[in-house]
């Protein structure tokens, strides 16, 4: 079944303490992204990589890391997590590069739920 | 730069109503459209898409025609069901391929909606 994984569903942490939400597809897909959603400002892209090691900001970096090492993985990474990152994450992944033209529809992830406190 | 506007929520309807969901886009070129839909606790799932001007995507009683000269991409069904109720985000990404920014995905802010029996 094609699919976006993430983990873990929940968190709740503490202040300052360094985590990693996990998202892994299945679909051979290059392009891989993470938005976060709030309530009223809908969702906002955080980080995206076209391909193995090519990674670029979104609209809203700020606090966050990702890695793209391999190809199915693409970790958020957030060193010193703030009450202000309390959000739900989204993991998306999208289709060929080699298409010129698009749709470019992206599949979703179920979703993190981060609490920072 | 590009930018959805959709009606503001939340939309409260009883069960078998017609359901009208606004939604209005600003993109340089010709943007993909896209509705996504999040039911109460999951990810983003694709509801429907349209690639040009005067398209009509149709996916579970739900349809939304591409209309270029308004910049619209209106969500409608003629008969919502309990079932229905969720949040609906209009999208939009570029369709041809002009670099990264082609792939990313710029959301409306989301419309709730509560159907009741």
């Known amino acids: 079944e094609a699919q976006v994984t993430q983990n873990p569903r929940y968190l709740i942490t503490v202040t300052g303490k360094k985590l990693t939400v996990t998202c892994s597809q299945n679909?051979?897909?290059?392009?891989m992204s993470w938005y976060r959603q709030d309530p009223g400002l809908g969702l906002r892209q955080i980080y995206y990589?076209?391909?193995?090691?090519?990674?670029d900001k979104g609209d809203v970096p700020e606090g966050y890391k990702v890695s793209r090492k391999e190809k199915r993985n693409f970790p958020l990474i957030l060193e010193s997590p703030s009450p202000n990152q309390t959000s739900l994450y989204f993991c998306?992944?999208?289709?060929?590069?080699?298409?010129?033209?698009?749709?470019?529809?992206?599949?979703f992830g179920p979703g993190t739920r981060l609490t920072v406190t | 730069g590009d930018s959805v506007t959709q009606m503001e929520g939340p939309v409260t309807l009883s069960e078998e109503a017609f359901l009208t969901i606004n939604c209005t886009y600003t993109?340089?070129?010709?943007?993909?459209l896209f509705w996504y839909v999040q039911y109460p606790g999951e990810g983003l799932q694709l509801l429907l898409k349209?690639?040009?001007?005067?398209d009509k995507g149709s996916n579970k009683g739900f349809e939304a025609t591409y209309r270029k000269e308004t910049t619209s991409f209106h969500l409608e069904k003629g008969s919502v069901q309990v079932s229905d109720s969720a949040v609906y985000f209009c999208?939009?990404?570029?369709?041809?391929?002009?670099?990264?920014?082609?792939?990313?995905?710029?959301f409306g802010k989301g419309t709730k909606l509560s159907v009741i029996p």
């Open positions: 998306a992944s999208t289709s060929s590069l080699t298409r010129v033209s698009g749709p470019y529809e992206q599949y």
């Open positions: 679909m051979n897909h290059e392009y």
């Open positions: 990589s076209m391909n193995v090691e090519v990674t």
């Open positions: 993109a340089t070129g010709y943007p993909s």
């Open positions: 349209a690639t040009k001007a005067d």
């Open positions: 999208a939009l990404s570029r369709t041809a391929y002009s670099g990264a920014g082609s792939y990313q995905l710029t």
